[in-house]
């Protein structure tokens, strides 16, 4: 049951201050529109902010659907911040990640002994948001067996717990979310149908990135402002990196685009370069020999960057604190370079 905020690089701790936070975002970065905790100006996502604006102002279920990376919850989590409901819980549960045999307990709890392992009993989702919204993250991933109890549980508000005789009724709003197409879904049985239609009563479409004609930039912008402040630096994107942000089309969409900008924060001096993803897959091996390393002319800097640092790395037979020393970097800074590329080995308390 984990929230991920696509559109901030850190989350606020209450409303007051997350509010603050959006103003300041849109505040710093020129041009920069935001609507509960979505942030974009261009055309398709004025359309979706409306699209919100109505359906929170009703208690009918939607379906979100949208490619992975689009920002599906924060769509959730601001109807529910819009609705009545803003008041009660909103519980996100990932349908993707729970084991087909446990999901039916997860979502509608279960008493003592009602299976092995459940040595008490325990409140589902449904239970945990009453009053408030829950939201099923790729529900079609959801066994069709299972998708019979929560159809039930929505035509009705009631439903049992697993191993349990007491009809519980419930006050929930559901949202849910795929990244896949529901009409293909249902063809390839792993949709009901009738589950379908209950549940997309409002559709809503996240745009891809690519679709989103001026948001990438306003959104790395926005990313680096955050960055910035939480660091206390000045940093600003090169023009090479402006133009990656117009001519790459960012497949992973805006997660994409907000671990990108990260990794290049991390590595930057002053000037964030953001080097084209297209380009950094051609990128050539160095050529090493003994101890010296030739680096091919057109690398990006970052890239030659990297080489140089897992190369110096190599050389010292892995000892970081005699490649940080060789480098002229303290041990602190190649430690954060080495998370950067994935190196997830990286200890301080190595060597």
Same mark, same amino acid.
């Given at each position: 049951m984990s929230s991920t905020d696509l559109d901030s690089p850190a989350a606020e701790a209450?409303?007051?201050?997350?509010?603050?936070?959006?103003?300041?975002? #849109?505040?710093?970065?020129?041009?920069?529109?935001?609507?509960?905790?979505?942030?974009?100006?261009?055309?398709? +996502?004025?359309?979706?902010?409306?699209?919100?604006?109505?359906?929170?102002?009703?208690?009918?279920?939607?379906? /979100?659907?949208?490619?992975?990376?689009?920002?599906?919850?924060?769509?959730?989590?601001?109807?529910?911040?819009?609705?009545?409901?803003?008041?009660?819980?909103?519980?996100? #549960?990932?349908?993707? @990640? /729970?084991?087909?045999?446990l999901i039916e307990a997860e979502l509608f709890g279960h008493e003592k002994g009602s299976f092995t392992g459940a040595v008490q009993g325990r409140v589902g989702y449904f239970e945990h948001a009453n009053g408030g919204t829950l939201f099923l993250d790729e529900v079609t991933e959801m066994a069709p067996v299972r998708q019979v109890k929560l159809l039930r549980a929505l035509e009705t508000g009631t439903f049992y717990r697993v191993g349990g005789t007491e009809l519980i009724r419930g006050d929930v709003r559901v949202i849910a979310a795929t990244n896949r197409d529901p009409a293909v879904a249902v063809k390839e049985n792993g949709l009901r149908e009738d589950l379908m239609y209950r549940l997309a009563v409002f559709p809503l479409r996240a745009p891809p990135l690519r679709e989103r004609e001026g948001d990438r930039e306003l959104l790395a912008l926005h990313f680096l402002d955050e960055l910035n402040r939480q660091e206390g630096t000045n940093k600003v994107f090169s023009k090479r990196s402006m133009e990656t942000l117009r001519t790459w089309s960012w497949p992973g969409n805006v997660r994409e685009l907000k671990n990108a900008v990260y990794r290049a924060f /991390?590595?930057?001096?002053?000037?964030?370069?953001?080097?084209?993803?297209?380009? +950094?897959?051609?990128?050539?091996?160095?050529?090493?020999?003994?101890?010296? +390393?030739? #680096?091919? /002319?057109?690398?990006?800097?970052?890239?030659?960057q990297k080489q140089i640092i897992l190369g110096t790395?190599?050389?010292?037979?892995?000892?970081? &604190? &005699?490649? @940080?020393?060789?480098?002229?970097?303290?041990?602190?800074?190649?430690?954060?370079?080495?998370? @950067?590329?994935?190196?997830?080995?990286?200890?301080?308390?190595?060597?």
């Amino acid at each position: 049951m984990s929230s991920t905020d696509l559109d901030s690089p850190a989350a606020e701790a209450d409303s007051g201050g997350a509010s603050q936070a959006r103003q300041r975002a #849109v505040d710093n970065v020129p041009g920069l529109k935001s609507y509960g905790t979505l942030f974009g100006s261009s055309p398709v +996502m004025l359309d979706l902010y409306e699209q919100i604006d109505r359906v929170a102002a009703t208690d009918a279920t939607a379906l /979100i659907i949208g490619e992975s990376g689009t920002g599906k919850e924060l769509i959730a989590r601001t109807i529910h911040e819009h609705s009545a409901r803003k008041d009660g819980a909103f519980v996100a #549960v990932n349908c993707g @990640a /729970i084991p087909d045999e446990l999901i039916e307990a997860e979502l509608f709890g279960h008493e003592k002994g009602s299976f092995t392992g459940a040595v008490q009993g325990r409140v589902g989702y449904f239970e945990h948001a009453n009053g408030g919204t829950l939201f099923l993250d790729e529900v079609t991933e959801m066994a069709p067996v299972r998708q019979v109890k929560l159809l039930r549980a929505l035509e009705t508000g009631t439903f049992y717990r697993v191993g349990g005789t007491e009809l519980i009724r419930g006050d929930v709003r559901v949202i849910a979310a795929t990244n896949r197409d529901p009409a293909v879904a249902v063809k390839e049985n792993g949709l009901r149908e009738d589950l379908m239609y209950r549940l997309a009563v409002f559709p809503l479409r996240a745009p891809p990135l690519r679709e989103r004609e001026g948001d990438r930039e306003l959104l790395a912008l926005h990313f680096l402002d955050e960055l910035n402040r939480q660091e206390g630096t000045n940093k600003v994107f090169s023009k090479r990196s402006m133009e990656t942000l117009r001519t790459w089309s960012w497949p992973g969409n805006v997660r994409e685009l907000k671990n990108a900008v990260y990794r290049a924060f /991390i590595l930057a001096e002053k000037a964030v370069e953001l080097p084209h993803p297209h380009l +950094m897959s051609r990128v050539k091996k160095p050529v090493t020999v003994g101890d010296s +390393m030739s #680096v091919w /002319i057109g690398t990006p800097l970052a890239d030659a960057q990297k080489q140089i640092i897992l190369g110096t790395l190599k050389y010292c037979g892995g000892d970081k &604190r &005699r490649a @940080a020393k060789a480098l002229g970097v303290s041990l602190k800074t190649l430690y954060n370079r080495l998370s @950067a590329y994935g190196d997830e080995e990286s200890n301080p308390d190595d060597n």
